[in-house]
């Protein structure tokens, strides 16, 4: 991280828009921070515990703002819907996020927290927790974001698996499995709809790459400038913030006026290189890795398996959450999951080594 934030510094000086770049940076700055100071003062279990806590909380306030914006068609901030246009199988909530497709991701990301909770706390809490999801589930199907509800597949069966290597949470994995399926057969014509048009786009691809038209071919094509670009800088990428002002004034395949990567993986490629690239990666691949390994080390204690689950789960579902935003660069909730994640890996070793001790 300290590296990528020092390339993304000097990169501002072959940046054609320096203000972007700038903006960019600062993003980096304080999330770089937020993960440095959670590492060095995270210190116990319990700190943990409690921001998981403030979390749910905070999702708890945004699924309420959520569901009054599907009831009622009123939204705290400016949407592409006017209030004529809305009914509650048509609008696509996002609370505080800007646009549906952030709150999706938020929403993807906060999943195995409201799971790992319904799986390993009291079972006198277990009904709180299933009714949380099921709200997070209609808020999710409502935002219409299709690489989200994707990573929420991805997710389900990450937990379909924990069920099965623990050995337990049987009743509890068919309660999940029950209402998730009854949730989506009530709502089946919104999610029919969405799927079908992501279905029908993949087979009239090469017409997509043609002519873009739909979400796929636009993406296709960004991702085709995007290498264009990265090879124009020679693998070093145009410089922190500065892939839509390459996409104003050098893209060589249209997009339909989307400037935005919408690709997280494509933005890091192009704006800061093949190296910051190859490092972000290897980064993440530790992330998951050493979360993995400190889970399996601390399985018996409850917290921590509690928190190392939810942890996991989340950096799995960003794998495709990622993707669905148009930029991610200043999504604050994917830079807390990276602090939970190498704060939880830390207090994991620490305490290893204390055990070794004793």
Known sequence: LLIWFIYSLLSITWSIDKWEAIRHVTFLFFSFSVISFSVVFFDSVDDLYLVMIIWLV???????IGISEAIDGYQLLD???TLSDITFSAIRPMAHFGNPNNFASFLTLSTPIVLSFFFFSRKSHRIFFLLIFLALLL?????????NYLALLL??????????????????LYILIIVSILLLLVFRGRVFQEMSSLVYTFQSLMAEIA????SIGIRINLIRNGFSFLFSTWGFGV??????????????FSTMNILNAHNWYLEVLVNYGIFIFIGYLVFYWSVLKKTYQTLRTHWNDPKMRLIGVAILGSLV??????????????????????????????????????????
Request: charged share 15%.
């Open 58 to 64: 905070i999702l708890g306030v945004t699924l309420f």
């Open 79 to 81: 949407s592409r819907f």
């Open 239 to 252: 410089g922190a913030g500065n892939f839509e002002s390459w996409m104003q004034t050098r893209a060589l």
């Open 211 to 214: 002519e873009p038209t739909e």
């Open 139 to 147: 808020l999710l199907i409502l935002t219409g974001s299709r690489l």
């Open 155 to 172: 997710i389900i069966v990450y937990f379909i698996v924990i069920a099965i290597l623990s050995r337990r949470f049987k009743i509890e």
């Open 317 to 358: 579902g960003f794998l495709l959450a990622s993707m669905s935003p148009s930029s991610v660069i200043a999504f604050r909730p994917q830079w807390l999951i990276f602090a939970l994640g190498l704060s939880y890996i830390n207090l994991g070793l620490d305490n290893s080594n204390q055990h070794s001790e004793e």
